[in-house]
């Protein structure tokens, strides 16, 4: 067949071939001779030209020599064929040169150079040689210039992707820094913008992981460049957990930085927030610029001050929106008050010493200020004091607060002639108990419970209805995070199942005997903005509709010869049960604004906006930290009550008399709203000696018991009360023997809670415990943990990049182990761990003990050192290195 023809034609292999191709040893050992033979220099060389083009610089250096080699060498040939053209008869048309001074080969260099650069000017070349050659260099300079324009072009475009990308670094200083791309930025920066537009405007930087371009146009949808009152945003797109990134927005030189939260999970996200800390104080070293951090959790805020120490500020979102909400809800109207006193547009707070005042009442400084209102001092010891006695004479160092417009459109005049009157009669407080419906599930529900408990009186109820949490699981879950509803002294909770945006669940309830009404932002629909925003809607106004609906029910069977009248929202929302509601997303706050009809139903407290306030606030001036702590009810408070306090029905007064009337009951008179109106609340009137008849409005004030704070004491306090309620020993051989964990409750240590996480002091507790020692009959009192030991432990690795990531990992490892030890102890949870996971939280907690307190001489610094626990004195725990340690 043709098949065998061909193969019959074909060399057969010789045999000694086909042995050793089947030989498997013969075939490893050829291809051992094959990797294994020593690389040629042409690969050598290939290898080193890899290396060098791989970089930018030395791409364009190869080019260059590359270039300067084709030019050198097609002149050599060039100059072969080059001749002099001289014309002796017309020397203006030929080469004006002596031919005995030209040389040819130079000649031949410059020809070949133009050759490349102009592949035109071969043209005048006559001789046959010469326009070969010239034509051969031209080709060549096409390709050598081609190359260097697509290398020119692609290092063009890198760069501008990088710009586009924001990786370039920002060589700024006195910026305000924000770390983080959260859905309170845009807020923040209009905040800010608003904050500068007294100086011309200023320059704020983003460090978002989001792309810039995202960023970019997200901004100019929300805040266009016209709103932004000459301030300029730059963004750059990177982790605030890495140090280049860092350094590349210059955190070194920023006025103040704001580390906004991330979102989903509460711990994680505090622990992100405490890595970026570490990172943020490791660059910003020797700065004297402060940090605003915002936290998520609560017991997680002794950690961040722990490890930011006095130079940061912690902002607690949940805490912050909790108490308002609870303020809010009991005083309808307060939300608009909070909503004109924070942020930069209006009235601010302004704090200011006046030599001319010294040795006067804080009582008698109303009359002296027509276009600001006192509301508070702050002492020469940095002490804030608001709604202080009126009888509270001024020091030399002390400054008055004041809610002004500008810190230039204020100072103290002649005192006004105020005309008291005659004030009514006071109004007896409220002694009836409270019936609170509470719709919704948070995360801090235990902080909103606890919180309400102090606030109602004894023998009240709350009803807590969602679906998020079943009835079986909810005592759990409060036990889980730390309340026992046992220790509760004032109110009884009743649970209640079901949906709150189905109409048929919320029909169960004995909706019309509630005095007020709390809608929260169901953590179910946390991560959806939109969508919790709907479902909160769709519960107000199914409560409103089944409140009207029962209420004319019971008129009719009351009153059956009266004709029904139809209520408004705004009867509902006043008399029968003062709600408030929880909104997360701007726009859901700019579609409620629109509707009257929505406006009515309800108080709306903007989460995301109140939170942004606050922090760009406190970004400005730290110490309004401690004001607006004290005016959501820590020692002071706001409050919004009806005119009838303070007049008469008719009475025809000036603001300055209302407020020197509030002033006999110990209040300070801030403003005014009309009653049951969706009008602003007007703070700071001007004006303030016109008659108005104030019947129809309620007036805002400020409620101060004569005490004075400072932001130390404020965190102090804070980490008082976790480690009194957390207070946990650990032995020897928990620290000591990763392997045998003997733990042990000794009186003479004392845990430091932090959120989920504890860090063990081996100092007495007498102060923190309000007792003394028994081990030392001079009853120490204990010191508080410098944050710079933390600091310190972490900057000997912080450089490569560890610092955060091992002292963070502790931290997280210990949060999965402490929400339980809080409640079962903590030698029962251990006793239930498997042994590796006993050996490494043993480690986690060598780790922090290491970071926090082992420290054998830490730095003498002044930057962000904790104060010491009130009442101690210096000397408490004997020598220290150094005066500030």
Same mark, same amino acid.
């Given at each position: ?7 019959? !034609? ?18 490893? =050992? ?31 250096? %190869? ?29 203006? #048309? ?5 031919? $005995? ?19 035109? &000017?071969? $043209? ?43 990786? =370039? ?46 960023? /970019? ?11 932004? !009152?000459? &301030?300029? %945003? ?5 982790? @605030? ?23 989903? *999970? ?8 405490? !890595? ?78 006046? @030599? ?21 001092? #702050? ?44 004030? @009514? ?21 235990? *902080? ?19 679906? =998020?949490? +079943?009835? $079986? ?7 889980? *995070? ?105 726009? +859901?706050?700019? &579609?409620?604004?629109? =509707? ?6 309800? *108080? ?59 002033? !006999? ?31 129809? #409005? ?24 976790? %480690? ?21 409750? /000794? ?66 490892? #210990? ?58 004195? @210096? ?11």
């Amino acid at each position: 067949s043709w098949g065998s023809r061909i193969s019959a !034609r074909l060399p057969m292999p010789r045999a000694d071939s086909i042995s050793s191709a089947s030989d498997p040893q013969q075939q490893q =050992s050829a291809s051992d001779d094959i990797y294994s033979r020593p690389s040629s220099r042409l690969e050598h060389l290939a290898y080193f030209l890899d290396r060098i083009l791989a970089k930018r610089r030395g791409f364009f250096l %190869v080019l260059a020599l590359w270039g300067s080699l084709q030019v050198t060498a097609w002149g050599v040939i060039y100059s072969n064929f080059w001749k002099f053209e001289g014309n002796v008869e017309e020397p203006e #048309c030929g080469d004006p040169r002596n031919e $005995a001074k030209v040389y040819a080969l130079l000649e031949g260099v410059w020809e070949a150079w133009t050759f490349m650069a102009d592949p035109g &000017t071969h $043209a005048k070349a006559y001789l046959g040689g010469q326009r070969v050659v010239g034509c051969l260099i031209a080709i060549s300079g096409i390709l050598f210039w081609s190359t260097v324009m697509a290398v020119t072009v692609d290092a063009i475009r890198e760069k501008m992707e990088r710009l586009r990308q924001g990786r =370039s670094k920002i060589v700024e200083s006195g910026h305000t820094l924000i770390l983080g791309w959260t859905e309170k930025s845009v807020h923040i920066i209009e905040e800010l913008c608003n904050a500068n537009e007294s100086e011309g405007g200023g320059v704020i930087v983003v460090l978002g992981s989001e792309p810039k371009e995202k960023m /970019e146009s997200e901004l100019v949808l929300q805040l266009p460049s016209k709103l932004r !009152r000459g &301030t300029r %945003v730059i963004f750059r797109s990177g982790s @605030p957990l890495v140090m280049g990134d860092l350094q590349k927005v210059s955190v070194d030189q920023a006025r103040s930085v704001i580390i906004l939260a991330h979102t989903g *999970d509460a711990d994680h996200a505090d622990t992100l927030t405490l !890595r970026t800390l570490l990172a943020v104080r490791t660059v910003r070293a020797a700065c004297a610029g402060h940090i605003v951090a915002e936290v998520r959790d609560i017991d997680n805020e002794p950690l961040v001050k722990l490890v930011g120490g006095a130079t940061v500020e912690t902002v607690v979102s949940h805490d912050v929106v909790g108490r308002l909400m609870l303020m809010a809800v009991r005083q309808p109207g307060l939300t608009k008050v909070f909503e004109a006193l924070l942020g930069f547009e209006g009235d601010e707070f302004y704090m200011s010493s006046w @030599p001319e005042l010294v040795g006067q009442r804080f009582g008698e400084l109303a009359e002296r200020f027509p276009t600001a209102i006192p509301i508070g001092i #702050c002492g020469p010891d940095r002490s804030i004091q608001l709604g202080p006695s009126p009888d509270r004479v001024l020091v030399a160092g002390d400054e008055v607060i004041v809610i002004a417009e500008d810190n230039n459109t204020y100072k103290p005049e002649d005192p006004l002639d105020v005309d008291l009157g005659e004030p @009514p009669s006071a109004i007896p407080p409220n002694t009836e108990r409270e019936k609170i419906l509470l719709c919704g599930w948070r995360r801090d529900i235990r *902080d909103v419970l606890q919180q309400l408990d102090r606030l109602i009186l004894p023998g009240s109820e709350v009803h807590m209805m969602t679906h =998020s949490v +079943t009835l $079986a699981a909810r005592k759990a879950r409060l036990l889980e *995070d730390g309340l026992d509803t046992r220790e509760l002294r004032n109110m009884k909770i009743v649970h209640h199942f079901g949906n709150t945006s189905v109409r048929r669940k919320l029909e169960v309830l004995p909706i019309e005997t509630f005095t007020s009404c709390m809608i929260l932002a169901d953590q179910v629909f946390e991560a959806d903005t939109m969508h919790s925003d709907s479902h909160s809607l769709a519960t107000l106004l199914l409560f409103r509709d089944i409140q009207a609906h029962r209420e004319r029910k019971m008129r009719s069977l009351g009153k059956p010869q009266q004709k029904e009248v139809e209520r408004t929202m705004a009867d509902l929302k006043s008399e029968a049960c003062p709600a408030i509601c929880e909104v997360l997303d701007p726009h +859901t706050q700019k &579609t409620i604004s629109r =509707s009257q009809h929505l406006s009515l139903a309800s *108080d709306f407290c903007q989460t995301n906006k109140l939170v942004a306030q606050v922090l760009s606030m406190v970004a400005e001036d730290r110490y309004v930290k401690v004001i607006i702590d004290e005016l959501l009810g820590s020692v002071s408070e706001i409050a919004v009550v009806p005119s009838a306090k303070y007049t008469h029905p008719g009475e025809s007064l000036s603001f300055m008399s209302v407020a020197k009337r509030a002033m !006999r009951h110990g209040e300070v008179l801030i403003g005014y709203q009309a009653s049951g109106s969706t009008d602003k609340t007007s703070l700071n009137p001007p004006n303030k000696d016109k008659l108005y008849v104030w019947t129809s #409005c309620d007036f805002a004030i400020i409620k101060g018991n004569g005490k004075a704070r400072t932001s130390t004491q404020k965190f102090e306090e804070v980490l008082a009360k976790v %480690v009194d309620r957390h207070s946990i020993g650990a032995g020897q051989g928990l620290l000591e023997d990763a392997d045998a964990l003997d733990v042990t409750h /000794e009186s003479n240590e004392v845990s430091v809670t932090v959120g989920a996480s504890r860090a063990t002091s081996r100092r007495p507790v007498s102060a923190a415990r309000g007792g003394q020692n028994p081990g030392d009959s001079n009853g120490p009192v204990a010191r508080s943990f410098t944050d710079d030991s933390l600091f310190s432990a972490s900057e000997g690795f912080a450089s490569e990049g560890a610092a955060a990531s091992k002292v963070s990992e502790a931290l997280s490892r #210990c949060m999965k182990v402490m929400p339980k030890a809080r409640d079962q102890g903590f030698e029962a949870v251990c006793s239930q761990l498997p042994a590796a996971e006993l050996r490494q939280l043993a480690q986690a907690l060598k780790l922090i003990r290491a970071a926090v307190v082992e420290q054998p001489n830490p730095r003498p610094d002044t930057r962000g050192q904790l104060p010491p626990i009130a009442g101690e004195s @210096p000397e408490a725990d004997g020598p220290h290195p150094e005066p500030d340690d």
